[in-house]
């Protein structure tokens, strides 16, 4: 499988914003984009020309796969499924995101990142329901309860996503117990509840062209 093994602060400079790739730190004075808020490259602080709407649209779509770290084939999968369910495309699209096992696990603070959690994920360390689950893209259903194994709760990738969790913006679709350490997907996200800056419908006209 493809995997992106830069830099991942120059996808935040190349989109402009806070993709949040290296967890907590992106909440923190150290964070890339604003330290060095333009472009990575030699002409990463020229003048930059008006975007074409394409571009524009290009960008939007990059940047969701980039957050949600998912390769273009399987992003292409995701909107076809989004594109065939009720409502509006762009929304459930973003939802059928969300539902992914990985971002829940950042999510609620289980995990400094997503790909700390998708590592997570795939060591066996996750449980759904009390089953095991070691495959990141795993679509969570309201109801599902997320849990970590016992001895992984000791690991200092988890500790450290624990003292940071007061950090995220809070997420009203995940009912979480601090204490037994368990999350419960209560519903599918709505738009408006999902904190993430992009306008999804550029992706949508993208895809429909």
Sequence with gaps: MARYR???CKLCRREGVKLFLKGDRCFTEKCAVERRA???GEHGQGRRQKMSEYGM???EKQKVRRVYGVLERQFRHYFDRASRLEGMTGERLMQLLERRLDNAMYRVGFAPSRPAARQLVRH???????????IPSFRMRPGDVLSIKEKTIQLPVVQ????GAELRPKVPYFDID??????TLTHLPSRAE??????EQLIV???SK
Excluded: C, F, S, W
């Design 6 to 8: 830069d830099a991942v």
């Design 38 to 40: 333009y472009a990575p």
């Design 57 to 59: 649209q290009l960008r």
């Design 124 to 134: 066996g360390h996750v449980r759904v329901n009390g089953r095991k689950v070691n």
């Design 160 to 163: 450290d996503a624990l003292k």
């Design 178 to 183: 601090r204490g037994k350490l368990t999350a």
């Design 194 to 199: 999902i904190p993430m800056p992009v306008e």
């Design 205 to 207: 006209e993208l895809y």
